[in-house]
């Protein structure tokens, strides 16, 4: 077989990956850059490549569908939570105001902390609430 000499230029990192890679499989730089332009330029190589694109793809439409899903459950549930709590919570008299911010304020802080204990242990009530949803529909 006719070979022909090359002169390429490479990334620092390439190189040295190269030459490590080469070093462990004990044999030439050349026959290791050769084997790589082989199945790169090859079809099976391109049809194998094309594959695993369409599958990287497909799989991160299915995460985006189901991140649209959780955030469309999740905007959902606050603005059912917002519509309740303005039809059921009754207007605070001027001078009552001081004493409701305090509590709110912790009120929202106990509520941070119980979030905070919630996703420690790596439990999502989003995900809880979409597999129960999945679980109706398929019912």
Do not use: C, W
Request: proline residues 3%; charged residues 30%.
């Amino acid at each position: 077989m006719s070979r022909h000499r090359l002169n390429v230029f490479l990334e620092r990192t390439h190189a040295q990956s190269l030459g490590a890679l080469a070093a462990m499989k004990r044999v030439s730089k050349s026959s290791v850059v050769a084997a790589a332009l082989a199945g790169y330029l090859s079809p099976d190589g391109a049809d194998r490549r094309e594959a695993a694109t369409v599958r990287r793809l497909e799989k991160m439409d299915r995460n985006l569908e189901r991140l649209e899903r959780d955030q469309t459950i999740l905007i959902e549930t606050v603005a059912l939570f917002v519509r309740h709590h303005f039809s059921i919570t009754p207007p605070i008299p001027d001078v009552h105001h001081e004493a409701a911010r305090a509590l709110g304020r912790a009120r929202f802080e106990q509520f941070v902390e119980q979030l905070a204990r919630h996703l420690q242990r790596g439990e999502s009530l989003v995900r809880d609430l979409s597999q129960e949803i999945d679980q109706g529909v398929a019912s």
